[in-house]
């Protein structure tokens, strides 16, 4: 049985920052898990652990998972988890493996159908797939958000200029979105 490694908080999150640096982590992401770190620092100091250890790690997910299942739980308390599991990961094996969560979005119904073709339609311009999922999570329903020239509602849906410009031009409606 391997002996547990004995760390203080400030040792192990020392190390797991250095860590992110050696492997050129944004300064922007390693501030915000630093400010992750502080929950967990907190809870450590309010139940009198001297020592990071796997256990403490899943204690302290214990706290933040309350009476509530993961996928029912805010996406900050979701985020101290992860860090919570980056800090374990990396006591006990010295390296974190990153994880890249992509959601899948599933368009159904008339609209999603129209989304869809939509983003057939940039794709066959030679869009970015990855642009096209960073734009389909724009909420259709906020129309706050379009409230430029640029954009008009047609079905509930918002189409740019250069669609508008070639309804108006043949005097049709643009089926090829």
């Not at 009198?48 to 796997?54: A, E, K, L, N, V």
């Not at 309350?66 to 900050?76: A, L």
């Not at 992509?102 to 008339?110: D, I, M, Y």
């Not at 020239?149 to 090829?176: D, I, M």
Request: aromatic share 10%.
């Amino acid at each position: 049985m391997q002996k547990e490694k004995q760390q203080t908080f400030k040792e192990l999150s020392s190390e797991v920052i250095s860590y992110f640096k050696s492997i050129s982590r944004s300064k922007s992401r390693i501030n915000h898990y630093l400010d992750h770190f502080k929950q967990i620092d907190k809870f450590m100091e309010n139940t009198s652990i001297q020592f990071y250890s796997p256990g403490v790690g899943k204690d302290f997910i214990i706290c933040v998972l309350g009476n509530r299942p993961y996928n029912e739980q805010r996406k900050r308390n979701k985020e101290l988890i992860r860090c919570a599991s980056v800090l374990t990961e990396f006591q006990t094996t010295g390296t974190i493996q990153f994880r890249s969560i992509r959601k899948t979005l599933e368009f159904t119904g008339e609209i999603g159908s129209l989304m869809l073709d939509f983003m057939r339609h940039r794709e066959s311009l030679g869009l970015s797939k990855d642009t096209d999922r960073a734009r389909s999570r724009f909420s259709l329903a906020d129309t706050s958000a379009c409230s430029s020239e640029r954009f008009q509602t047609s079905s509930r849906l918002w189409f740019p200029a250069w669609q508008r410009q070639k309804k108006a031009a043949t005097g049709t409606v643009v089926a090829s979105h």
